[in-house]
């Protein structure tokens, strides 16, 4: 039986994946990370068939023990942990049958540029590409956020020719219902929705015109699907591992000035809100409003997602997020005690 290891099965993008995968493959052999025993049973009441091993991303041995015993592993805990990569990698090299490595980076590695060059609100030309462009992508500046792990991955292959292959996702800006047995909600809309009711009046970022890909976490979930299905094959499948074993994820793009001010009318018109004005606002001030927003909503992330769907057949299937962008301003509203949920009509 095929064993799958998977870390962040809790979080946001792991939880929808352990929601995906088993449930195209119900003979998996998987076994989850998870911290604590409150974690460990929101799990179990959801996949009675998952095993659970307790540690967190700095008990190397642990992971290296785990991977190692794995013939697939989908490490979405965290993006910058260099210690859990190097762990997994090591684990997966002592095995002598071929092991697989899908881990989770994201686009914000291409947003770094704007932060360092301290260009907030402004848009840039540039677009990569994981096909085309598949060399500028894996050889991105050291000073990249992400980049540390991402070599450390891209060179697993190398280390250990023949026995580990890689695979690296890349997704931008995720939103949507996650599907996973605790954290279901995502950051960068949901934060933007959040501060705008917060302070009655929508914002963004100087001029606004920055943009970014997105994608649903439910077919994000579909890229996760589609590796692992390809490591279930001979020689890998279909998929392209290693060197070129990097998928962008996404299903359009976005400019932040635009979603401002989607959001500040939405919350006008469910009366959230008294205006659907939107204030344009220094890095300064949005920062005190939304930690890191500069990045969360000043930055540019373009990136096109061909390989996924030339090699694995991926086709984003679910709403944009201006279409569910009522949903996000209603549960955030929920949250603040703006509007009260359905329990708490029944209760009144």
Sequence with gaps: MTKLFITGATGYIGGDALYAIPNTYPDLDITAL??????????????????????????????????????????TANADHQGAATAIVAGLAQKK?????????????????????QTFGEQTAHVYDDWDGIKEVTSLPDSFDHRDVDKIVLAAAERNSGNVFTAIVCPPCIYGPGRGPDNQRSIQANKLANATLNRGKGFQINAGQNIWHEVHVQDLSNVFVG?????????????????????????????????????AKIAKDKKLIETADVDILPVEEANKLVRGARFLFGTNSRAKAVRARELLGWTPRQKSLKDLLPDVIENEAKDLGLIKGHAEKVAA
Excluded: C, M
């Design 34 to 75: 998870v911290r604590t025993s409150d974690k460990g049973a929101k799990i179990a009441s959801q996949y009675a068939k998952v095993k659970l091993v307790y540690g967190d991303l700095d008990n190397a041995e642990l992971l290296t023990t785990e991977a190692a015993k794995a013939d697939i592993v989908v490490h």
């Design 97 to 117: 049958t071929p092991g697989y490595l899908i881990h989770v980076s994201g686009t914000g590695i291409l947003a770094t540029a704007d932060v360092e060059r």
């Design 227 to 263: 590796l692992v299905t390809a490591a279930l094959q001979p020689g890998g499948g279909k998929a392209t591992w290693n060197e070129e074993g990097y998928y962008f994820a996404e299903n359009g793009s976005f400019q932040w000035g635009d979603i401002s001010h989607q959001i």
